[in-house]
């Protein structure tokens, strides 16, 4: 970086440290917290330039901290420099851009993978649920917010990435390659586990899912089927308005959910009697990778005590973004408002607990020497990767429950 280039950065930075540093003066901001850390900020910066071993890059330390102030708020927000933002923009503006078809958050500083949708390039390049992505495209997620890395996941359908994955159990990264494609919306899946039992499964809660949802049930009680399971397990698409209007379905009356945010207007999210339909048991099947708008309904239906919610903890994403363009060219994607459940606590911090906790279990990497992969399960189940049988004890638990005779009333 030139001299007149590394001028202009520090004096920005000075700038401003000094409409800051005005700004306290004349007590436009009574919070003596951030203009100390303003202050800090302008002085770190300053020994950087004068007392580091080498000539650093400015424009890269600025960048970092920046990156570094988004992660430390949540996995979710995150900043753009303005040539990713330039990038961002053409991807999410073409309706052709390909993707992965995974969901990323972060854990243990590097990305992880919440969930993967079947049929998916994640899914045939072999990632699964719970992997982590040491690198995507040779950069290392230590240093990526989750916004880079679907930037990067993103791009020309056929065109390849490669991405280096350390799975469950294991210490050395596996080198894979995916493949991008344009995603169609996942289908609902549904099979009878029982002659009275129906099983929904969804790999996304995508715009127009709650009508789909209203149909089957609608088609259920005129065969006859009195139980509905929602499995939300490796759910973690889609927006929570499809989660709210599922659970109206199911829910006649009671607060399904509330969001906050320090700008954003609280938003009370409540039961509509005349959309309820369906007022037979119902169980919902959680675990670790359901995530975002999924929680949302896996919430509603505990705290109205409307049916079992059988499981493990979800991860906790339940939260609003917005995009925040900045003068520069770069941009931020700002968590500005959380989910809470009804009894008023976040689902982003505290996830779903189920009202009956029951371990997953764990998937098995070692070469066993079967070549049954997920792809060829989901053939063979028609429900994708976690066939849905007397093995899997979530769903078998599920299964106890709802066949279990009702409690019999006390006489008055």
């Known amino acids: 970086m030139n001299r007149a280039a590394r001028i202009g950065i520090f004096s920005l930075s000075v700038l401003i440290f000094c409409y800051a540093g005005i700004g ?3 007590g436009r901001t009574s919070d003596d917290k951030a ?15 004068a007392d580091y071993v080498d000539d650093p890059n400015m424009r890269t330390v600025t960048a970092g901290a920046l990156h570094g102030l988004l992660e430390s708020l949540d996995p979710q927000s995150s900043y753009l420099t303005p040539r990713e ?20 958050s972060k854990r243990y500083g590097y990305v992880i ?29 230590r240093d990526m917010s989750v916004g880079q890395a679907l930037n990067l996941l993103s791009g020309q359908p056929g065109t390849g990435i490669k991405v280096s994955v350390i799975r469950r159990g294991k210490a050395t990264p596996d080198e894979v390659d995916i493949v991008r494609e344009k995603l169609a919306t996942p289908k609902l899946l549904v099979q009878k586990a029982d002659p009275d039992i129906l099983v929904m499964r969804f790999a996304s809660l995508d715009a127009g899912r709650s009508e789909e949802v209203r149909n089957r049930l609608v088609d259920a009680e005129k065969q006859g089927i009195h139980k509905v399971i929602l499995d ?10 499809e989660a709210v209007s599922i659970a109206r379905l199911l829910i006649p009356s009671g607060t399904l959910a509330t969001l906050r945010g320090q700008t954003v207007s609280t938003q009370v999210l409540s039961a509509e009697p005349k959309q309820a339909i369906w007022k037979n048991p119902v169980s919902v099947l959680v675990d670790t990778t359901t995530s975002g708008a999924a929680e949302v309904l896996a919430s509603a239906i505990e705290a109205n005590h409307r049916g079992d919610v059988v499981g493990e903890r979800t991860f906790g994403l339940a939260s609003e973004q917005k995009l925040i363009t900045l003068d520069d060219g770069a941009a931020l994607i700002l968590t500005v408002a959380n989910y809470y459940n009804a009894d008023g606590k976040s689902i982003l911090e505290e996830g779903v607990t189920p009202t009956e906790i029951v371990r997953a279990e764990a998937q098995d990497d070692s070469d066993s020497g079967d070549d049954t992969t997920p792809a060829d399960a989901s053939k063979e189940t028609g429900l994708g990767p976690r066939p849905l049988s007397p093995e899997d004890p979530i769903f078998h638990r599920a299964l106890d429950l709802l066949k279990a005779p009702a409690p019999a009333k006390k006489a008055a």
């Open 113 to 141: 993978v919440l969930s993967v949708l079947p049929d998916s390039p994640g899914t045939k390049a072999g990632i699964r649920s719970g992997d982590l992505l040491e690198s995507i495209g040779g950069f290392t997620t």
């Open 232 to 241: 939300l397990r490796e759910c973690g698409r889609g927006p929570v308005s």
């Open 85 to 104: 933002y330039e990038e961002y923009k053409k991807k999410s503006g073409n309706p052709g851009t390909g993707e992965a078809g995974l969901t990323l």
């Open 24 to 26: 306290h003066v004349l």
């Open 35 to 49: 203009y100390k850390s303003l202050t800090v900020y302008g002085e770190v910066l300053q020994k950087i330039q």
